[in-house]
Structure formats: C-alpha cells, structure tokens
C-alpha cells in the first residue's frame, strides 16, 4: 500500500474480477429495508463544513441496508471462501511496480514497500492537534487480522467491525457477498431517518453521549475519558439501534461509500431541482491533496470528537485513499430493491 499512488489500481481491480459471488446467494438476514423518499442532503448551519453545504433536495429509491457494520467474522467467512488477501497484507513486487514508473525514477525504500497499515496513536500533552498526519503511524504486519500490529489479534472480537479495509477490500467483499457500497446519498438518506430528516444525529438532534455511540470522550487526541468503556472498536449493535434498525450509524468505524470526494460537488447537485439516486462526482478533487485521489467515507469513528471532526454528525464528510485501509475504517453494504417493490 503506497498511500495515494495509482499504479497499482490495475491489480486492485484484478483481484475483485477474481471474486466470484457466495455459492448461496445474498445473505438478507441481517438487513433493513430502507423506504425511498426525499430529503435535504447537508447542512448549512451550526457545525456545518463547506464541502456540507449548500443543502439540496435528492430522492432516492428503496434499499436495503445491512444493520450493522461487517464484522471481523463476516469478513473472514469471505476471505476463508475466497483467499482473498487485503491492500495491507499484500507484498509489492518492485520490478513490476518499477515498469509502470517514468524511466529514470528512483526506486523508493525497501522498507516502504513492506505490508503495513495506519494505526492511531495518542499524542503528548501540549502538541498542537493541526497534523493529523502525526496521529497515524505506519506500522509494519498492521491489517484487519492484527489491528495494532503483528502483536495483535481479532481473538474475542469477532463481533467487533472489521478495520483495515481499503475501498477496494470493501468492493471485493460487496461483490462475493451479492451487494454493493451505499452512495453517500443513500447513506445519509439512511443515517437521517425518512421521518427526522434535518436531525444531526441518526437518533434525532438530542447531543452525542457514551450512551449512544462510541466515540472519543476527553481532550482529542490526548487523552480518551473512554466513559463508552470501548478504547478502539465497540462490538457491533452494542448501543441503541436508529429508528429506522441501524446501528453504529454514528460513531465506532468510519464506513466507505461509493462515491468518489469533491470538496465542492453539493454546488453541483444543487443546480437542479432534484437529484434523483446521484452517484457522486465523476472525479475527486480534495484541496488539501490535490493530486491524490479519495472516496467519501461516512459516519465517524471511536475517534471522533467535537473538538476535531464531529464526523457522527448525520451530513458530516470525510475523504479517504480508496487504496488505504485504517485502524478506524470499515464498512457496511446495501442491496438494490426492484422499483416495483
């Protein structure tokens, strides 16, 4: 995994076109019919981002959605029937990767090319909070089976969402499974409710509390109060469920979307009178990195606090590598509803 760099995207999509779909079909049990309708999609006020805004109406048609975030057992059910090996875990042959650079590049660092992923890492009293790249820590052996290093295990917590997933994992466990990624407007449409749609929190606009989701309580990224009793990752369906079944629609994993980020497409989509099931920018373009890349991931995390991202907020947007998984990123699916039903 060499965040942002594209070079590999061939074999990225190799390895999903090599997955076949689960011998038993679409496995519905553990989804909700979401009922299509039509909401306002972002916000304009109080904690309310630019790239939230403006608001604009958007219909979509009836989905359905799983209830809870993929687990670590779901996800090795699919791995254990496919072999299939995460971004994290996959060695980087040099010399292919050599041929697909302009002549003359210099190879990089042996050591930049070993497995790793991104795991948190809290951060000294008195550090300024502005370089969340300091946050992160490229560990080495760090993938969705050892979430904080070769040290680490998933033992016990089986429940638990699975993390480490790049976008592309979360495609290639859609598509064995029978279902897709949500669209960021199915998402919010989703997290908001059909019939709440301008609360800020899937569970109405009553304030955020270690009651209702899991998420950093304290002095971010300093010091976790953990009054939610959960460090890192909540089992899945551990706090309330939404009014419409979901769980974990705010807080614990941030979770992929299809779609791909634009700081400025809600502009966009609010030229016409109604967006009708959009499926997002045909490219990204993200101003703080703009040569990189990114899908939309929704929801925040264990590590989200109002003092930084407030990302379990219903519109809140966040941006991600889609070749990078995360020790705070997962996902969950949805399935299309013939228009009939």
Not at 105 to 128: C, E, I, M, N, Y
């Amino acid at each position: 995994m060499l965040t942002g760099q594209n070079f590999l995207v061939d074999e990225y999509m190799q390895a999903i076109d090599a997955i076949q779909p689960r011998n038993d079909g679409p496995d519905t049990s553990g989804m909700v019919k979401i009922k299509g309708g039509v909401f306002e999609m972002g916000d304009n006020e109080g904690q309310a981002r630019a790239d939230e805004m403006p608001m604009h109406m958007v219909k979509v048609h009836s989905f359905l959605m799983d209830r809870t975030e993929v687990t670590n057992a779901q996800f090795t059910e699919f791995v254990d029937a496919t072999g299939y090996q995460t971004i994290a875990e996959r060695e980087i042959d040099i010399e292919e990767m050599m041929k697909q650079l302009p002549p003359g590049t210099p190879p990089p660092d042996p050591d930049l090319l070993k497995p790793f992923s991104l795991v948190f890492k809290a951060q000294p009293a008195g550090r300024p909070v502005y370089y969340p790249s300091e946050w992160w820590q490229m560990v080495p052996g760090a993938n969705w089976k050892h979430p904080q290093g070769p040290d680490s295990n998933i033992k016990g917590k089986e429940n638990h969402p699975v993390v480490h997933i790049a976008w592309y994992d979360a495609m290639a466990y859609c598509k064995w499974a029978g279902k897709r990624l949500p669209t960021e407007a199915e998402w919010e449409y989703a997290a908001r409710g059909a019939d709440n749609d301008r609360a800020q929190y899937p569970w109405g606009n009553d304030s955020i509390n270690p009651q209702k989701a899991n998420y950093w309580q304290g002095e971010f990224p300093i010091a976790n109060q953990v009054e939610d009793q959960y460090l890192r990752t909540a089992p899945v369906a551990h706090f309330a469920p939404s009014p419409l079944g979901l769980y974990d629609m705010a807080g614990n994993v941030w979770e992929w979307t299809a779609d791909w980020y634009h700081f400025q497409h809600y502009f966009q989509e609010a030229k016409d009178v109604m967006a009708v099931d959009p499926s997002g920018p045909e490219k990204s373009f993200d101003p703080d990195e703009p040569t990189v890349p990114k899908k939309v991931i929704r929801g925040g995390s264990f590590l989200c606090n109002d003092s930084y991202c407030s990302g379990y907020r219903v519109s809140s947007r966040m941006k991600s590598s889609p070749d990078t998984g995360m020790e705070h990123t997962g996902f969950r699916c949805v399935m299309d509803i013939p228009q009939s039903e």
